[in-house]
Every structure is written in structure tokens, then in C-alpha cells.
């Protein structure tokens, strides 16, 4: 039932291309995004003052994502709430406030709550689901399917490529009701979705160099993700992939917050994984990893083809996806960041698709 693979996490990531483009392709007609399932009228789009991203884990971190493309695209502003918190704080939420609910599952208990707080208040729900006529998908006001069908193994990967996805779809079609985004650039960027399962299947295909890093940093104690912007939104997913399958200790950190403590830790041999894959940012991305680097880290970074060479003169090991849109970058970005996570848990014997202590679908506080 693994398809050959020896672990449903490998099978799943491996998936991604496709899944992806389940969850996208038939929501795109003639280069427009269509979003056919949405009830939600365009009077009450229009008439959105916020937006709130409600999550836990990983769909938090897609929510993460989420805010910097939908606050670029539509110039409104988004806040990105954990579930658990969000149902204790008494939330600033009401009539002209979306929510989005992201769960994979669609029976997380906290995210279940916080929607119910959401709704109580007056908000307007719209979820993103993968598990069909889940308790969350069957609540909410409008739900958008993710598609990307069983996930088994407990760390998601193709749930958070396809919400990931959905997300982008849903800034795409608000951006282009609001009249926020330039012609050129909604066509830009639908191009470019119609592209990435290709690119991603590129990443998939070439697995060599990552397994090659992580049979080299596998026995490292501790590990530190750096990235800014959707650099570090990425990062706080690669850092909770790695740390939950294989037991190292990880931390993502905005790298502008370095010098305001963190940097205390690096000491030589300090595994540092830098991203630098959004490129108007690229410039300060070096600029971090070549301090790290003075302090005596090892650094694996990962980039985009336009800017391996520049990243090799200065980290230790460099790790390339395919150039895309900027707001897209992170659906190739985390394929690596999955990839490394696998192949580290592996050389450490841990049990992959069954990590201690954790459940698939947390239904309890
Ligand atoms: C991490 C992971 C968890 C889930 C989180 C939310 O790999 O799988 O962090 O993302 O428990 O679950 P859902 O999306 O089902 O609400």
C-alpha cells in the first residue's frame, strides 16, 4: 500500500506534483482562477477589513505563508492566529472579518473551537480541508477542498503543498475581485502554477545532494532555520518537519532577530540552514549566513538556480530549486526541507510515519 516506497511519508512527498495539481488545475480556466465551490458574494469580499488564518502545527505555518501573499496581493490586513490561542483571546473578530480555517484533518480540536469562537462573534468562515465531510469542512460557511487524498503518515507534506496551494488560489481570486493586482501579474503568477508540478517533480527527481547532507548533518544535536520574509515562514515548517520525525532539537528564527539573541548559540560547528530562496531578498539572506559563518557555523543553504553560485562562495553546502514566482518559491522550497527531514530521520533509525508521542489528528486539548 506504500507503492513501493518504503515509508508513507516518502510516498506522500513524492505525491506532491500531483496532488498539486488535483488541487489546482481544474480551479484554473483560461488563466483565470475559478473557484466554482465558493458561496461567499463578492459584496462581501469587498467588504472584508481583515482577514484571520486560523491553524495549528503545519497548517499554521502555511497560514504563515499566507499572510505575506495575501497582504501583498490584496493590501488588507492578515493576521495568522494559532488555534489554541485564538479561542482564549478574546479575539478582535466580527461581521467584515473573513476567517480561514486551514486543517488537514478537519477534526483538530483547537482549530474546531476556534472556528465555533469565530462564528459566534459574526465572522464569516471559509476552510481549506483535505479530509472530506470532516466536522470542520462541514461547519464552516465555505470550504475548498484540497484533494490531495490520504495523508498516513503523522508529519504532512502533500497536506501542506495543497493548502498551500489553495491559499495562493483564494489571494489570486480576492486580488483579482478587489481589482489589487495588476493584469500582468495575475497572469504572471497563474502561469507559473500551471508550471510548478513540473518543477516540483524536478526537485523530486533529483534527491542525490540531499540525502548526500543529510547523511552528513544526521548527527547533529541542534539545528538552526534562518530566512526572512517567506524565507522564514518556510523555515518554521523545515524546522518542525525535521525536529517531530527525527528528535533534533530545531528552531526557525526570523534572520533579522539573530542579533537580538539568538546568535548567542552559534558556536563552531552550529548547524545553520539558511534560506534564501524569496529573491528580493537575497542580498540580506548572504549577509546573515556570512555572519553565522563568522561565528564558526556550518551552513547548508538552500536557493534558487539564479543564485547558486553567488550562495556557494560563501556556505558550506548548497542545496538549488528551479526560479518561480516569488509568492510561489515556497511550494518548491519545502520539498527539500521535507526531503532532508526524511533522509535524517532515517540514518537515525527513527519510526518515520509513527513519531513518538504524536498523533495524526489531535481531537483532544
Ligand atoms: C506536522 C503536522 C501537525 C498538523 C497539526 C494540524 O507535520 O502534521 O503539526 O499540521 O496537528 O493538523 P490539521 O491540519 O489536521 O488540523
Not at 471559509?126 to 495523508?151: M, Q, R
Request: net charge negative.
Amino acid at each position: 500500500e506504500k507503492g513501493g516506497y518504503p515509508h508513507f511519508m516518502l510516498k506522500e512527498i513524492m505525491e506532491q506534483p500531483e496532488a498539486f495539481r488535483k488541487a489546482v488545475f481544474p480551479r484554473i480556466k483560461d488563466g483565470r482562477v475559478v473557484l466554482e465551490d465558493l458561496h461567499i458574494t463578492p459584496e462581501y469580499i469587498r467588504n472584508i477589513q481583515k482577514i484571520d488564518i486560523i491553524a495549528c502545527g503545519s497548517s499554521y505555518h502555511v497560514g504563515m505563508v499566507g499572510k505575506y501573499n495575501l497582504e501583498r496581493l490584496l493590501r488588507k490586513s492578515v493576521e495568522v492566529v494559532l488555534a489554541s490561542e485564538f479561542r482564549y483571546c478574546d479575539p478582535l473578530v466580527d461581521e467584515h472579518t473573513l476567517v480561514i480555517v486551514i486543517s488537514q484533518s478537519g477534526e483538530t480540536l483547537d482549530t474546531m473551537a476556534a472556528m465555533r469562537e469565530a462564528k459566534r462573534l459574526g465572522a464569516r468562515t471559509l476552510s481549506i480541508v483535505n479530509v472530506v465531510g470532516s466536522s470542520i469542512a462541514k461547519e464552516s460557511d465555505d470550504v475548498l477542498y484540497t484533494w490531495a487524498g490520504p495523508e498516513i503518515a503523522v508529519a504532512t507534506t502533500k497536506a501542506y503543498s495543497t493548502q498551500l496551494a489553495v491559499l495562493d488560489l483564494v489571494g489570486l481570486y480576492f486580488a483579482d475581485l478587489l481589482g489589487t493586482i495588476e493584469a500582468e501579474e495575475y497572469c504572471a503568477i497563474v502561469e507559473e502554477m500551471l508550471c510548478l508540478p513540473a518543477k516540483m517533480e524536478e526537485v523530486l527527481k533529483k534527491t542525490e545532494d540531499v540525502q548526500y547532507f543529510a547523511s552528513r548533518y544526521f548527527n547533529h544535536a541542534s539545528v538552526f532555520f534562518i530566512g526572512r520574509n517567506l524565507d522564514y515562514a518556510l523555515g518554521l515548517e523545515g524546522s518542525l518537519k525535521l525536529k517531530e520525525i527525527s528528535y533534533i532539537h530545531s528552531e526557525a528564527y526570523a534572520s533579522g532577530e539573530l542579533k537580538h539573541g539568538t546568535i548567542s548559540l552559534i558556536e563552531p560547528g552550529t548547524l545553520v540552514v539558511a534560506l534564501g530562496t524569496y529573491a528580493p531578498l537575497f542580498d540580506k539572506a548572504m549577509s546573515n549566513v556570512v555572519e553565522v559563518k563568522a561565528r564558526g557555523a556550518e551552513v547548508l543553504a538552500l536557493t534558487t538556480d539564479s543564485f547558486r553560485e553567488k550562495m556557494e562562495k560563501t556556505a558550506d553546502s548548497v542545496l538549488c530549486i528551479p526560479d518561480t514566482h516569488r509568492m510561489l518559491q515556497p511550494s518548491l522550497g519545502v520539498l527539500p526541507l521535507q526531503l532532508f527531514s526524511y533522509y535524517v530521520a532515517l540514518q537515525r533509525g527513527c519510526d518515520i510515519d509513527k513519531p513518538r508521542n504524536l498523533a495524526k489528528s489531535v481531537t483532544v486539548e
